[in-house]
């Protein structure tokens, strides 16, 4: 069964610092692997994908994610963190035999500090 | 971007009564729409798949006559919430695909249902 993992809760990082937001995954068949944003009391925002190609991929505000395939990872990275990117974070994978359905991570709570 | 507008976005009512929230892709006909759960701090859980012009597809636990799904056009899908009751209090979000696998899901903005 497809199931995506994110390891933490929480993710504290001081402002101007790179931040990492872990995400693993477990699929059959090819990974359609995304990142969204969610802001309190708002729906998703999405942020970036992976669908095939360069394994490094660039997204909205500055963020990015690294496909690596041999361990099953797509953690979400920016350099330099700001204190408008607290937030809660979503890794989702969608099974690549033809649904559209979304599999969602637990969530990780970003927090920035000034 | 493409937009899904969910309305409304909050909403408060009384035990026994039901509610219908709409989820409306603008500017793109949307083969499939979702509805999730999401409670306090935790994670989305799917309720079910609605195709236009299909029943919805539930997941497994989600009572389909408890809350029911209308898919009545390519862009609007609507979630009843019937004889709702205090426990069905929780924040709802829609989002919508064009059916194509190689493009991301749109979320609406979510409603806070408040049952009292």
């Known amino acids: ?114 | 971007g493409a937009v899904v507008s969910q309305h409304p976005s909050w909403v408060i009512c009384k035990s026994g009564t039901s509610v219908k929230i709409e989820c409306r892709s603008l500017d793109f006909q949307a083969t499939t729409m979702f509805w999730y759960r999401q409670f306090p701090k935790q994670s989305l859980m799917l309720m079910a798949t609605s195709n236009e012009g299909s029943k919805a597809t539930y997941e497994q636990g989600v009572e389909k006559d408890k809350f029911l799904i209308n898919h009545a056009s390519l862009t609007l899908s609507t979630l009843t919430v019937t004889s709702a009751h205090p426990e069905d209090s929780s924040f709802y979000i829609c989002s919508a695909t064009r059916g194509d696998p190689n493009t991301e899901a749109f979320f609406g903005q979510g409603t806070r249902l408040t049952v009292v």
Do not use: M
């Open chain 1, 1 to 114: 069964a497809q199931s995506v993992a994110q390891p933490e809760d929480q993710v504290n990082v001081a402002e101007g610092n790179p931040l990492t937001v872990k995400c693993t995954y477990s699929v059959s068949g090819n990974p359609y692997l995304f990142w969204y944003v969610q802001y309190p009391n708002r729906g998703l925002q999405f942020l970036l994908k992976y669908i095939t190609g360069d394994n490094l991929v660039k997204g909205s505000y500055g963020f990015e994610a690294e496909f690596n395939k041999s361990q099953t990872s797509f953690h979400l990275k920016k350099p330099s963190a700001l204190v408008s990117d607290s937030a809660l974070y979503f890794c989702a994978v969608r099974d690549g035999r033809g649904t559209d359905k979304l599999i969602f991570g637990t969530g990780t709570r970003l927090q920035v500090f000034p």
